[in-house]
């Protein structure tokens, strides 16, 4: 069966490819000649990855799953939450991201954050999602220079490193979008039965 991952991600595919039951051929986006922006105008993280998935199924026909990530900071009320990507502006810079948030901490003590990944995942006509959370806190500066995105700032609950001082294998098997695959992986193998 083929099963599209909506993202153009060789690493996020390859990664969840040697996980998925063998039977399933993931597809990239590419792959199926989706060169478009596909939409992702919801307010929360969940609306975005079931708004990719049917956006999928709806123009492409495919059986397909998606994902969405974002950084909730318990003291700005869940925000940047699902505008993570381009909270500093539309120009989706990381430094600017992280320059923005840890101003806005300057002042304050409660550090604590999360980050929330959302698999929705469209198959035989049906929707199912996974949630992965990753609890920890916002670092005063940034450490480490692994990862991406908000990594040097986020510091995992009951580890000493931020996300971008571990080795990637740590970080997957502790972190949000782990979780979620993880989730995701043990319902196909359960439907393949
Ligand atoms: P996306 O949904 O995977 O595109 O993620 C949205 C935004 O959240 C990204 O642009 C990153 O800034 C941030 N983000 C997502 N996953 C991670 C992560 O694992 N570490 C750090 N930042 C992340």
Do not use: W
């Not at 105008?41 to 969405?68: L, M, R, V």
């Amino acid at each position: 069966m083929e099963l599209v991952f909506a993202t153009n991600n060789k690493n996020k595919i390859s990664e969840v490819q040697a996980l998925v039951p063998n039977n399933i051929k993931l597809l990239s986006l590419k792959d199926i000649g989706c060169l478009e922006d596909i939409p992702e105008t919801q307010d929360t993280i969940a609306g975005n990855a079931i708004q990719k998935t049917e956006y999928i199924k709806t123009h492409y026909g495919y059986a397909c799953f998606a994902d969405d990530t974002g950084l909730e900071v318990e003291a700005l009320n869940g925000a940047p939450g699902v505008y993570s990507a381009r909270y500093a502006g539309e120009q989706k810079n990381a430094e600017d991201n992280m320059r923005k948030l840890l101003s806005e901490l300057k002042n304050t003590t409660n550090r604590t954050a999360q980050f929330k990944t959302v698999i929705a995942l469209h198959l035989n006509n049906e929707l199912q999602t996974f949630a992965g959370i990753c609890t920890g806190e916002i670092t005063k500066i940034k450490y480490g220079e692994k990862g991406f995105g908000y990594d040097p700032i986020f510091r995992p609950k009951g580890y000493e490193q931020t996300f971008a001082q571990m080795d990637l294998s740590l970080k997957n098997s502790i972190g949000h979008r782990g979780k979620a695959v993880s989730q995701l992986v043990s319902f196909l193998n359960s439907s393949k039965k």
